[in-house]
């Protein structure tokens, strides 16, 4: 999920095409419900040799009707008409613009214009049926199953057009009988050797709601029978991406954007695949791809900061960054204010750094992830009053993880130390951060580290003087690590601090017990001349 609202962010500005291909891009695109991609290529390819302006035009006007442009719909249609009167699609185009108007005579007279230009043309019949269902599928529901009932029988239920407005008819409502009837419009063209894109695509669409498996089955299948298909690339990728499959995904973009009518978009979302992929060398070459072709880019400038971040180059992180916040139009996002702060943390550029996580708290309060990130940054830059006032600010509403209460104590038995001994304030730390502690240990009563943490802080709050509470949870620890005894090896630290401890702490209670705990001491760091003179004093 992170991802996808990731490069959601990546995916703003205007469409714009990479290079002008075949029409025929732009028909599938329309009828895969992308009309503002169709449109663009449409228009992009009118002029070329290999266009077929009747149907382009045609298309153009479609992409009008639905956006209620009917003047600019039908000129459109009257184009299309007087570059082909034999496509009678235009007619039924101008028709459909009438009966919208309300001019249902005259829609009559253009429909049948449009049929008589190939009579034996079921999909006509059908597209007469789909003119009436756009205008007002209730009021002209005995003219669509006229219409449609003909082509059938016309066609001995051949007609794949049919289908496909059968199949729209019941997408929203019941999608299984949808992805049925988009499977038939599939198989009445195969066996007449045609490659049915928009039924691929409208099926895959309806079923990946209930069934994604089968529907990028269907997807795959498309772009084994359609390889060259812009179409078939682009939705194959779509899917691999809402389905989360991102490795995927990234590969199926890289064949798509090689397609010349692929779109500036995608060349976006393609270079933050690629960085999720971990290929950042490959996502900083596209990311500054688009901005060679447009240079006020920010979500480029976001990618290539995400690039140098991860490679931990932060002084391009840190210049990246500067061009991201200094866009007059960018839209940030949380990790936008992360990644910048880190870039100038990682330099030592604590004062830009810190004001960097607070203009993103300020105005992301909603976000409360981002103080740990400020509280860090003040640890580091040495400032540990002010580091744990923001993560107290964080963990006191009812925020943070196991490990983030533990880094709390933490924080605070570093403010404790740096503190003068015998001081309220240092007493008055060493309490904030044992309540740390003790809630740490309500969640995992079993962890040895624990212990040891809890103790160490009460030796600061105690001034190096241990006593029975500091002993118990010393011993504790050790019963704790003695149930593994491979850990006399791997945990010698958290053994020897047990065994000084202890030994200071018993030297005046039980002797016995001291000269145990300094023995073994001794066997970890034999050297150390302040255990042997204290060893020696409690005598045999």
């Not at 001034?463 to 704790?480: F, G, Q, S, T, V």
Request: charged share 30%.
């Amino acid at each position: 999920m992170k991802l996808k609202l990731l490069f959601a962010m990546l995916l703003g500005g205007a469409l714009s095409a990479a290079a002008q291909g075949g029409y025929q891009d732009g028909v599938d695109n329309y009828n895969a419900g992308r009309l503002d991609v169709a449109k663009i290529i449409l228009e992009n390819t009118i002029n070329d040799p290999q266009t077929n302006k009747s149907v382009s035009y045609y298309y153009l006007g479609a992409i009008d009707f639905q956006g209620n442009d009917l003047n600019a719909a039908k000129a459109n249609f009257d184009k299309g008409v007087a570059a082909d009167p034999a496509n009678g699609m235009n007619y039924i185009g101008l028709g459909e613009v009438a009966l919208k108007q309300g001019q249902k005579g005259a829609a009559e007279d253009f429909f049948k214009q449009g049929m008589q230009t190939d009579k034996k043309n079921t999909a006509l019949m059908a597209a007469v049926a789909r003119a009436y269902y756009n205008v007002d599928p209730v009021a002209y529901d005995k003219e669509i199953n006229k219409y449609l009932d003909k082509a059938l029988k016309d066609s001995k239920n051949t007609e794949s057009a049919v289908f496909m407005l059968q199949g729209d008819m019941k997408a929203m409502d019941d999608p299984g009988n949808a992805a049925s009837l988009y499977e038939l419009a599939i198989e009445a063209d195969k066996n007449k050797n045609i490659v049915n894109r928009e039924a691929y695509v409208k099926y895959a669409n309806t079923y990946f709601r209930v069934a994604p498996k089968f529907a990028i089955q269907k997807l795959e299948e498309l772009n084994q029978l359609e390889p060259n298909s812009a179409l078939a690339q682009r939705e194959l990728a779509e899917k691999y991406y809402d389905n989360s499959q991102f490795g995927s995904a990234c590969l199926q973009y890289g064949k798509y954007l090689e397609n010349p009518n692929h779109f500036q978009k995608d060349e976006q979302r393609y270079a933050g695949l690629l960085y999720s992929a971990k290929d950042y060398d490959k996502s900083l070459e596209v990311a500054n791809s688009v901005l060679s072709k447009d240079p006020n880019n920010f979500y480029m400038y976001r990618v290539i900061m995400m690039d140098y971040a991860a490679k931990e180059d932060w002084p391009a992180a840190e210049a990246a960054g500067a061009k991201l916040f200094g866009h007059p139009d960018a839209e940030y996002i949380p990790n936008d204010y992360i990644l910048y702060g880190d870039a100038l943390a990682e330099q030592g550029k604590y004062e830009e750094a810190v004001k960097t996580f607070e203009k993103a708290i300020e105005l992301n309060p909603d976000k409360p992830e981002l103080l740990p990130k400020l509280s860090l940054v003040h640890d580091r830059a040495g400032n540990s009053e002010k580091a744990v006032e923001v993560m107290k600010q964080y963990l006191d509403a009812g925020n943070g993880s196991l490990n983030d209460i533990i880094n709390m104590g933490r924080r605070y038995a570093s403010l404790a130390r740096k503190l003068e001994k015998g001081t309220p304030e240092r007493v008055a730390a060493a309490d904030e951060g044992i309540k740390y502690y003790d809630k740490a240990l309500e969640r995992v009563s079993d962890n040895a580290v624990l212990y040891r943490l809890k103790g160490e802080i009460l030796l600061a709050r105690n001034d190096d003087n241990p006593n029975a509470e500091i002993a118990a949870l010393y011993e504790k620890m050790l019963e704790l690590l003695n149930a593994d005894p491979a850990n006399r090896e791997s945990q010698v630290a958290s053994y020897r601090a047990a065994d000084y401890v202890l030994g200071i702490y018993y030297s005046d209670v039980d002797k016995a017990k001291a000269k145990q705990y300094l023995e073994d001491y001794l066997k970890i760091d034999p050297e150390n001349e302040g255990i042997k003179k204290l060893y020696e004093t409690l005598g045999n």
